[in-house]
């Protein structure tokens, strides 16, 4: 069965600086891999995909994740944090499908 | 375009009134899907329809929950005798392409509250 473990439930940046958002995942076989965001009081946003074409994977709004077989993570960065990025992330694989991470909330800091 | 429209945004029912959550998905998107999303929970997947027909509804919590497509385009998830269990946000997503595992597009969900 696949699945995914997102490894920090809260993160808190100040405003410029990097975020990493870290993500795990458990496959029998390299999956898709997927990375979304949720503002409060919103549906959910797709940042970036991976269907492994190439393992650095740039998404919207600056963001860009990194497919690690060797280390079964696929980490979500940004090099500098905007106020506007504070939301919900999900991290997510389709086995069978969509099987959502528990989510990492970041906190943006002036 | 207009994208994955969900009404009513907020719903207030009383313990064991029946509800009705409405989903407009994107114009032509082939897959429809429903899922559940709990209080600091990520969304639960609960149904999955392609066109009207209605391939996996093994994420329904009981017999209660019901969902339909009849003419390929707008949902209705349908909730029967309500308890407190069922307050959740519930969104609805679709997908241009047939399949379970697409990136979907998302609407803004209902937010269920049960008394």
């Known amino acids: 069965a696949q699945s995914v473990t997102q490894l920090d439930s809260h993160v808190s940046v100040s405003e410029g600086t990097p975020v990493l958002l870290r993500c795990n995942y458990s496959?029998?076989?390299?999956?898709?891999l997927f990375w979304y965001v949720q503002h409060p009081n919103k549906g959910l946003q797709l940042l970036l995909k991976?269907?492994?074409?190439?393992?650095l994977v740039k998404g919207i709004n600056g963001f860009e994740a990194e497919f690690k077989k060797s280390e079964t993570s696929f980490h979500l960065t940004k090099p500098s944090a905007h106020m506007s990025d504070a939301a919900e992330y999900f991290c997510?694989?389709?086995?069978?499908?969509?099987?959502f991470g528990q989510g990492t909330e970041l906190s943006v800091k002036p | 375009g207009a994208g994955v429209s969900q009404s009513p945004r907020y719903k207030v029912a009383k313990r064991g009134q029946d509800v009705a959550l409405r989903c407009d998905p994107i114009?032509?998107?082939?897959?429809l899907f429903w899922y559940q999303q709990a209080l600091g929970q990520g969304p639960e997947f609960l149904t999955y329809?392609?066109?009207?027909?209605?391939?996996?509804k093994s994420g329904l919590p009981s017999d209660r929950f019901f969902a339909e497509r009849p003419e390929g385009s707008v949902s209705t998830l349908k909730i029967q005798r309500t308890q407190q269990e069922d307050s959740a946000v519930y969104l609805c997503?679709?997908?241009?392409?047939?399949?379970?595992?697409?990136?979907?597009?998302f609407g803004d969900g209902t937010r269920l509250s049960i008394l």
């Open positions: 991976y269907t492994s074409a190439a393992t």
């Open positions: 114009s032509g998107h082939v897959s």
């Open positions: 997503a679709s997908s241009l392409l047939r399949g379970l595992g697409q990136p979907q597009h």
């Open positions: 997510v694989v389709p086995g069978g499908k969509l099987i």
């Open positions: 329809f392609q066109n009207e027909a209605q391939l996996d």
């Open positions: 496959s029998s076989y390299s999956p898709s």
